[in-house]
């Protein structure tokens, strides 16, 4: 490492105040103009959090999700175990319905389930003490991932490489370092002086507001551009990789990611240029055969219509269709990077194989 040690002074997007039973989130829907945090007692007010993208990327979504579930049953007045687990279903199939398409929010909210089945001889204290702790282990564990998803991600790139980016897959989408951007920030601490380009994500506006403000608050060098811009920097010559995360990886490789996303993978090989998805193994789900079985949430019409213009911007009445996500081939995806290693095609190979190599 060099002495930029940019990754020391990121801000932790989700964590948790034990001692007042609170779940404190970076509220992304105030950025870039207001750094708020929110400090989260009530399950409704968590949904909500995590449903309106007050707290938002794969990861940070199942890290809100395990804290959450954590503190639901925590605040849970069951006498009996029986009760506490009736309470516990209750708890989990309420987070569960906040966000269909990531993977993350339903593999934490199992992950916690297997917590707590395997604690039921305890007491109900040493039961609730386990969800902290397992709680914690998935946050814990998610820096790790991500730090080791940006160095394998980082053998890929050279020095001085313009870099594509679409939505946010950063710091504050993470426990720390963030998927696609981690090796931004490690190749930042190395000297490698990457220019970022980075997608507007229309209609929310991901990049725009959430990528664009955390890379220029760690000095890195980024340029902003709109989504139908991808095109003519690749053209001139100013992208020699695409980096994104997903939320969702098939068993094939397929993946979807923000809307948006498989129209730069489409352009990427077109101009022959590498696109890489940069993915946890939480968020490949090797029971989901193709892009075909991800089932894609539909967003409001007032996202597109009204949401960040004063006036309405679309006329009254108009139909919208505003899918939050798109998946992209597998055939226009040149590698997955995970934390094991990188996983190139046929994915329907090389992904059982990044779990195979688990410690």
Request: with cysteine; aromatic share 8%; charged share 25%.
């Amino acid at each position: 490492m060099g002495d930029n040690n940019i990754t020391a002074a990121m801000i932790q997007s989700v964590t948790l105040d034990d001692v007042n039973d609170t779940l404190v989130i970076l509220d992304q829907t105030m950025l870039p103009n207001e750094k708020v945090f929110l400090k989260l007692k009530e399950l409704k007010d968590i949904w909500d959090a995590i449903y309106h993208l007050k707290v938002r990327g794969a990861p940070a979504i199942g890290i809100a999700a395990g804290y959450g579930l954590y503190l639901g049953v925590k605040a849970s007045a069951a006498q009996t175990k029986e009760e506490l687990a009736e309470d516990f279903e209750r708890v989990k199939d309420y987070l569960a319905s906040s966000r269909p398409t990531a993977v993350n929010l339903f593999w934490a909210l199992d992950r916690m389930e297997a917590r707590f089945q395997r604690e039921l001889s305890g007491s109900i204290a040493e039961i609730k003490e386990a969800l902290r702790q397992e709680a914690e282990a998935i946050r814990a564990e998610d820096e790790q991932v991500c730090e080791q998803i940006g160095r394998h991600a980082l053998s890929l790139l050279k020095p001085g490489w313009g870099i594509l980016t679409h939505c946010n897959a950063g710091a504050i989408a993470t426990a720390k370092y963030g998927t696609a951007l981690a090796p931004i920030y490690l190749g930042e601490e190395q000297g490698y002086g990457f220019k970022v380009y980075a997608d507007e994500t229309r209609p929310l506006l991901q990049g725009a507001r959430l990528t664009a403000w955390e890379l220029m608050q760690a000095g890195i060098d980024v340029t902003l551009i709109c989504d139908n811009m991808s095109s003519i920097v690749m053209k001139e010559g100013e992208i020699q990789a695409v980096l994104v995360g997903c939320d969702r990886v098939a068993a094939n490789g397929d993946t979807a990611n923000k809307i948006g996303t498989s129209a730069v993978a489409i352009l990427a090989k077109h101009y022959g240029i590498p696109f890489y998805v940069c993915a946890p193994l939480s968020t490949v789900d090797l029971r989901c055969a193709t892009g075909d079985d991800i089932h894609i949430e539909l967003r409001p019409d007032e996202e597109i219509t009204s949401k960040w213009y004063e006036k309405p911007m679309a006329p009254e009445g108009v139909k919208v269709y505003n899918p939050a996500f798109d998946v992209t081939d597998h055939e226009h995806i040149t590698a997955i990077v995970t934390e094991n290693g990188i996983a190139y095609p046929p994915f329907a190979d090389s992904l059982p194989a990044m779990f195979a190599k688990r410690k």
